[in-house]
Every structure is written in structure tokens, then in C-alpha cells.
């Protein structure tokens, strides 16, 4: 199957979708603290995409998730399922996973919150994971075979002496929650593709403070780290554009411009 090129009319989808889950994130930032449940979490930002924003969250029922954003904490690598007995603690390192769908085009960004007061390694973690992710946005135009976009990351990463989890990966994104192209951030085969503009995917890389290994528990969601060490993940939709791309879930908080440009 042949990696879609988007039309331009797509893209103004897919950049109104994203827009949406990156103000969902921003939304949910100040209700994270001690003592509120993930099912809490789960509960607001699902009341917001619905009312607020008169879009559905993507996750919902999506192979049979029965939450409306993965939360994902401490040793969770992803897929969370948010519930009311995990109550977060101070130092808790939190992903947030939100998937929007809008005007039927997809939305899909993450990135990690830190409960209340945090220890110098917990924020080294997210800062080293988001840093990852920073990276290979630069790196992402036409003509970049993706899979020194892969390679990077795992140099960077490895360099920190944290590991990159191998099992899950960027995907294309639009009209489809996921599609082709598959995003690895490690270095591995990736049937030569090079990226061209109006491609949509998004980068998002799974880090783990010790071994890359994990394991998934037996509601077959939540995906642990086997050693259980801490795990971080950061996720943007990108879209190529002529000369560098567009990041569509960019938020206030973000580091990095919304529109990158290279001039070679
Ligand atoms: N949002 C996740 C991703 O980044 C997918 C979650 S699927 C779910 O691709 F079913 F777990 F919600
Ligand atoms: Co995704
Ligand atoms: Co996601």
C-alpha cells in the first residue's frame, strides 16, 4: 500500500484536529495533582472534547479501549487505561495520550506532566524524552529517508543511557487513526521510505529510564516496563510541507516553532 499525500483540504482537517487535542492537553495541565484519580482526568477531558469542542475522542471504544484518553504512569510505557483507584503522588511522572477526531480527520498528541514536587530524575526523563522528540521534528522534510530520523533518536537516547522501546511506533495519521508510514525510533528497515511533502505522521517516542524490554498486563492494554524502571513519552502530528513541516498539536508550553523551515 502506497503512503497517502494529503490535500490541502485534508491537511486544514487534520490541523483543526490537532489543534483541538494540543488545547485538550493544555486544558488538563492544571488539573493534575495529588490525590485526583485517572479516571478523574479521563472524565474532564472527555466532558471538553465532547461539549467544548463538539469533536469525539478517538480512543474511545478503538479496538475496544474503554477509556476516552490513555493515561500512562510511572513504569506504564503507554496504553493506560485511566481508572478510579490509581490516585497520582507527588513525583509521579504522566503521560497523557489524546487522540481527537473532528470533521472525521484525526488529531493525535502526548506529553508527560510531573505530580506536584519532582525529583532532578523524573525531569530529566521527560526533559531527555521531549528532547528526543525535538530532534527528530528538525529532522523531518522532504527527501529524509525516515530512517535516520529512527537513528537518531536511538543515538540521542542511548547517549542519556536510557533505552528506546521497540514495539511501538509513529504511524500516518488523517482520515485514519493509524496508517502508513510507520515511524521506528530506533534504527531499523524501513523499506527505503522518503518523506515527501503532504505526508501526515506523527513522532512518538516510548523512553525508558533503565531496559528497553516490557510486558503487557492482562486487561490487554497497559504496557509496563519489565525491570520497572520509569517510561516517558512525548507525541506530535507533523505534516511535510515544501521545505521542513508544520507541527499541527503544538502547544503554549511547546519549545519549538510551529512551522520549521531548512533552507537546503
Ligand atoms: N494515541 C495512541 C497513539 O499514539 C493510540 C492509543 S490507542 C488506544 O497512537 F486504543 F489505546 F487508545
Ligand atoms: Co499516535
Ligand atoms: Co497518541
Known sequence: ????????????????????????????KIHIMP????????RICHEYIIKKQNA??????????????????????CHGIPNEEEILQENDIVNIDVTVLKNQYHGDTSAMFIVGQST???????????????LAINMVKPGVRLRTIGREIQNFIEKHHYSVVREYCGHGI???????????????EDGGVILKQGMVFTIE?????????????????T????????????EHTIVVTHNGCEVVTLRKDDTIPRILIHKN
Not at 490525590?35 to 479521563?42: C, E, H, K, V, Y
Not at 523512553?207 to 503487557?216: C, F, L
Open 35 to 42: 490525590n485526583i484519580s485517572t479516571a478523574t482526568l479521563d
Open 174 to 188: 488523517g482520515k485514519r487513526f493509524h496508517e502508513e508510514p510507520y515511524i521506528l525510533h530506533y534504527d531499523a
Open 56 to 77: 469525539f475522542p478517538a480512543c474511545l471504544n478503538y479496538h475496544g479501549f474503554p477509556k476516552s484518553i490513555c493515561i500512562s504512569v510511572n513504569d506504564v510505557v
Open 223 to 234: 504496557v509496563k516496563t519489565k525491570d520497572h524502571s520509569l517510561s516517558a513519552q512525548y
Open 120 to 134: 532532578i530524575h523524573n525531569q530529566r526523563l521527560c526533559k531527555i524524552t521531549q528532547e528526543s522528540l525535538y
Open 205 to 221: 517516542p516510548m523512553i525508558n529510564a533503565g531496559d528497553s524490554q516490557i510486558y503487557r498486563m492482562p486487561d490487554g492494554w
Open 1 to 28: 500500500m502506497a503512503i497517502k499525500i494529503k490535500t490541502s483540504a485534508e491537511i486544514n482537517k487534520i490541523r483543526i484536529a490537532g489543534r483541538l487535542a494540543a488545547e485538550v492537553l493544555e486544558m488538563i
